[in-house]
């Protein structure tokens, strides 16, 4: 008895589904994404092998450059509205509604108080010269910051993102302030390196 041969028949897939689908999730990704603020000066943390993740927000960052300059920021607009409302009303400096706002648009800044009104009303901040945030013994403006950035929000967690050429000095002073208000608790920001295999 002779076989019935079925004809075959070539299998036809609509990919029109599948290419909406895979547009739409761009679209979502793209929409929803936050963008790294640019910082004010660029910092070449050194490597480690540590892999301890940041958290993505309640974060306070206290950047040092390679010429030694402190830099300090923390996320939240609301946040920074607030600090900065506090730290003028200890230094008794009388900021504008649209310098406040400026100001909370700003994620980190490197200057003494009696310049921050100057960068304020700089169009582009990048251009404008910082020498960064005083923490010597004479005038530590670095401490009121921190201080009142606690304040405004309770739940920063502390990193350091120092230079690999930061003078050790500068970042001791920094270390040091942090343990005058009894913060011992602080993350260093470096760059991942590949862990040593193991023998």
Not at 180 to 195: R, S
């Amino acid at each position: 008895m002779a076989k019935v041969k079925i004809p075959r028949k070539s299998i036809s897939l609509d990919m029109t589904a599948m290419c909406d689908m895979a547009f739409l999730l761009l679209t979502f990704f793209i929409l929803t994404a936050k963008f790294k603020p640019d910082d004010p000066v660029a910092v070449d943390t050194p490597a480690s092998i540590s892999d301890t993740k940041l958290p993505d927000k309640d974060i306070m960052t206290i950047s040092i450059d390679k010429q030694s300059r402190v830099f300090f920021g923390i996320d939240g607009q609301f946040d920074r509205e607030k600090m900065l409302e506090f730290v003028a009303g200890k230094y008794k400096v009388g900021f504008t509604t649209d310098e406040i706002k400026q100001f909370s648009l700003v994620s980190s800044f490197g200057v003494p108080l009696g310049n921050l009104r100057q960068l304020l009303a700089t169009k582009d901040k990048a251009k404008f010269l910082q020498q960064g945030i005083p923490c010597d013994s004479a005038q530590n403006e670095l401490t009121d910051w921190i201080a009142y950035a606690r304040y405004a929000n309770p739940k920063l967690r502390i990193t350091i993102k120092g230079d690999v050429d930061a003078s050790y000095d500068v970042v001791g002073k920094v270390i040091s302030t942090l343990q005058e208000q009894n913060i011992n608790k602080f993350n260093l920001i470096t760059d991942l390196k590949v862990k040593p295999k193991v023998l």
